[in-house]
């Protein structure tokens, strides 16, 4: 008789973007007279950028003519895209090489596979809160031990909060973990680390033999100087960091589906080149990227598709904008929304985080995602996305004035 994989069932609940999901669609259901104005989940709203709508159709023409179509793609990424990536790495002064850059269908599955190619004895820390699927895919891996259904947090998980108190800049952990994951600008609460502070992680993680997973989606959104864009401008992070990235945040691409993993080659445990196990696993369980969707990807990356695409970023940036002062002008306190996308509030005295999620939606009919759902440290805090359309955002805050 068959058995299911234990790991699984020891996950809790849903996942948090699916239970808002259901609350939203019953709510809806019974209200469908209800405007409901969505700035919850970090989804785009703005259409593709032009060049890389031309790029699609060239490449869909490409693909009905016998000289011009392809059938697999590399399962590490066509040459032109990985080239073109490797050349913005250069621009920003990071030594990366084209054959170090890994082309997927998006960072939220290489994060929640990179941890495949590491032993399952591996310790994890991560920021709390953080993004959901660092913890889950450990779970599935069976890589957190058990969980406390009173402080919801997992047995041998170390996290590290990030609170306004410590200005949401996580501490080196008092455990040693083998395993750090670091997403900044940051996945929900919109902070970041300066180079010197990011390059105390890099030394720490090179000293104590851990690996650094440097989550990076949002770095199309830095506006401040001392922030860097990538963990490879810290001296020394080619020994100790992995970096995910992707094209949905910073040119639409939620619905095609395209990101990257840089693996440099000199981060090795004892002979073995990290490098060469992630290159044999994406071989093996993956086909790579449709071709369409990687000529967009270039597209992107070409002068005209920077400028189109730093017009939609500049775009979602002003509604993050909005969102902040409008909720500071009505007596929240706030954070993030300059560097990231993400506003990140506390929710009112007294009340939980989905007690306000509930409060928001059933008054005022608009949709957050409530803090505690990326972990302990993030009850009594709520998030907000600049991801809407502006008009809508306009009159969300209209809305929460009057809360």
């Known amino acids: 008789?068959?058995?299911?994989?234990?790991?699984?069932?020891?996950?809790?609940?849903?996942?948090?973007?699916?239970?808002?999901?259901?609350?939203?669609?019953?709510?809806?259901?019974?209200?469908?007279?209800?405007?409901?104005?969505?700035?919850?989940?970090?989804?785009?709203?703005?259409?593709?950028?032009?060049?890389?709508i031309r790029a699609l159709h060239e490449a869909v023409d490409e693909m009905g003519q016998a000289e011009t179509f392809?059938?697999?793609?590399?399962?590490?990424?066509?040459?032109?895209?990985?080239?073109?990536?490797?050349?913005?790495?250069?621009?920003?002064?990071?030594?990366?090489?084209?054959?170090?850059?890994?082309?997927?269908?998006?960072?939220?599955?290489?994060?929640?596979?990179?941890?495949?190619?590491?032993?399952?004895?591996?310790?994890i820390a991560v920021c709390d809160p953080v993004y959901p699927v660092y913890v889950d895919s450990n779970v599935m891996a069976g890589r957190t031990g058990t969980w406390n259904p009173d402080t919801q947090t997992w047995s041998d998980v170390i996290y590290m909060p990030c609170t306004g108190e410590n200005g949401f800049v996580p501490e080196l952990p008092k455990e040693t973990p083998d395993l750090i994951y670091l997403c900044f600008p940051n996945n929900p609460t919109g902070g970041t680390l300066t180079k010197d502070e990011l390059q105390v992680w890099?030394?720490?993680?090179?000293?104590?033999?851990?690996?650094?997973?440097?989550?990076?989606?949002?770095?199309?959104?830095i506006s401040e100087p001392g922030v860097p864009h990538s963990i490879y401008a810290c001296e020394g992070a080619r020994t100790c960091a992995i970096e995910l990235k992707s094209f949905s945040k910073n040119a639409g691409f939620t619905g095609l589906?395209?990101?990257?993993?840089?693996?440099?080659?000199?981060?090795?445990?004892?002979?073995?080149?990290?490098?060469?196990?992630?290159?044999?696993?994406?071989?093996?369980?993956?086909?790579?990227?449709?071709?369409?969707?990687?000529?967009?990807?270039?597209?992107?990356?070409?002068?005209?598709?920077?400028?189109?695409?730093?017009?939609?970023?500049?775009?979602?940036?002003?509604?993050?904008?909005?969102?902040?002062?409008?909720?500071?002008?009505?007596?929240?306190?706030?954070?993030?929304?300059?560097?990231?996308?993400?506003?990140?509030?506390?929710?009112?005295?007294?009340?939980?985080?989905?007690?306000?999620?509930?409060?928001l939606l059933e008054r005022l009919n608009i949709v957050g995602t409530p803090g505690s759902g990326f972990g302990p440290s993030g009850e009594g805090y709520f998030r907000l996305t600049g991801f809407g359309t502006y008009e809508n955002t306009l009159e969300a805050i209209g809305r929460i004035r009057s809360f």
């Open 1 to 52: 008789m068959f058995e299911l994989n234990q790991d699984y069932l020891k996950l809790p609940g849903s996942y948090l973007f699916s239970t808002i999901g259901k609350k939203v669609a019953a709510f809806s259901a019974a209200h469908p007279d209800k405007k409901i104005i969505r700035l919850g989940i970090g989804d785009v709203t703005l259409p593709l950028a032009p060049a890389v």
């Open 202 to 221: 890099v030394d720490y993680a090179n000293k104590n033999g851990a690996v650094i997973l440097f989550d990076a989606a949002y770095e199309a959104y």
């Open 257 to 359: 589906r395209l990101g990257y993993t840089v693996v440099p080659k000199e981060l090795k445990r004892g002979n073995t080149a990290v490098h060469a196990l992630w290159a044999r696993r994406h071989g093996t369980k993956y086909n790579g990227a449709p071709y369409i969707v990687q000529r967009a990807g270039e597209a992107v990356l070409s002068p005209e598709g920077k400028k189109q695409t730093a017009e939609q970023v500049a775009y979602y940036m002003r509604n993050a904008g909005t969102i902040k002062k409008g909720l500071a002008d009505a007596g929240f306190t706030v954070y993030g929304g300059v560097n990231s996308p993400y506003v990140w509030l506390k929710t009112p005295e007294g009340m939980s985080s989905w007690a306000f999620f509930d409060e």
């Open 70 to 123: 392809r059938g697999y793609a590399p399962d590490l990424g066509y040459d032109f895209l990985r080239n073109a990536i490797a050349q913005e790495y250069r621009s920003l002064n990071c030594d990366i090489a084209a054959d170090e850059i890994f082309v997927s269908d998006g960072a939220k599955g290489d994060s929640a596979n990179i941890q495949e190619i590491f032993a399952k004895e591996s310790r």
